[in-house]
């Protein structure tokens, strides 16, 4: 098979790398990729969001299949436009996509069918937000409605904290026109855990658990990003808690999509949080997550494009997901001042030394080549990942990889997995 992969990050890479692997792949292209997914595939110069383009270029190479990695041309729609044209391609339609589009829809859609999440209210103006503010209970959760790529959450302690959230959400339009509407949120507390899961629009399969880290600091400090490091399994994702979240939320999910006429193929992500009162949803993404991916599918035994091909032709059911008995773990790093204020450019040294090491990857995010040399293109690098017999050995597997890669204004968070000593 020809298959195109849509997208450029540490995401797509680790997709590419599963997909190569495949016995069906035969040849492999992304659009637009990056310096380190050139080692499996074609890149070529197509933006995610240039659906003309790339359905174009799907056409004149007679792509069999098609994967899309970043949310944006999910929700804007690509499936459909490939569709329309009998392409091949794997992800939810953007009728589907927007349970992911739209923070107040999914809210909604929990909240009509009895799936377990924190209460909320919706809000189109700041003046509404404000003043239900007033009233509220601390600390309390802001979220921007729309996509904001993993950091349109405020988590506030107080009232003037919480003004002036709805103040950068809504009003200084922080996160674009994620904020048009707001979402006010109860506070949960527990652990987090993410569960990414294969779907074609009737049954739900989920992979193994993960869970990441969104703040830019240790010990959980600083700003929201796309997620500085995540572990794979999380020793707090239980058998109950796995029974429980297949009826009330994975399926429950489905049904609920199918019931609105909104059938979802691809990948949902389940956001979860394990509180007192049992699992309950954070929020759901429509595609694979970034980091979660990087550790989720090295661990994965089965032939990923077979999996995609039952989910686009309904056959999910005749598949039975197999993953390693062991643990991955992956350290991102960084360019000094993500998520704010980072420069570009600087050379990546030591990327020779995960070849031909087993269990070891450095998944490229933020990087380009220029002439001979890859360097650093962005905030989140490189993520680096490791696997070992349990978590314990796999977070001192991926620590001691990232001492063999060097730039300058290199940053990572130090305690990635340092849930695991707590389990």
Known sequence: MKILIIGGGGREHAIAYKVAQSKLTDQLYCA???AGMEEYAVCVDIGVMDFEGLAAFAQKEKIDLTIVGPDDPLVAGVVDVFEERNLRIFGPRKKAAIIEGSKAFSKDLMKKYNIPTAAYETFDTPEAAVSYLETSAYPVVLKADGLALGKGVLICNTYEEAKLGVKTIMQDKQF???GDRLVVEEFMTGREVSVLAFCDGTNVIPMTSAQDHKRAKDGDQGLNTGGMGTF???????????????QYVYQATMDAMKAEGRDFTGILFFGLMLTDQGPKVLEYNARFGDPETQVVLPRMKNDIVEVFEACIDGTLKDIKLDFEDNAAVCVILASAGYPEQYEKGFVINGLESFREK??????????KKTEDKIV???GRVLGITATG???????????????WVTFENKYMRNDIGRAIDEA
């Open 232 to 246: 794979s399994p999380s020793p707090f994702y239980t058998k109950e808690v796995d029974e429980f979240c297949k």
């Open 389 to 403: 017999k349990d978590l314990k050995e796999a977070r001192k597997n991926a620590y001691q990889a990232t001492e």
């Open 376 to 378: 650093t293109n962005g």
């Open 176 to 178: 674009g026109a994620a």
């Open 32 to 34: 637009p990729g990056n």
């Open 358 to 367: 087993e269990g070891y990857y450095a998944f490229h995010a933020g990087t």
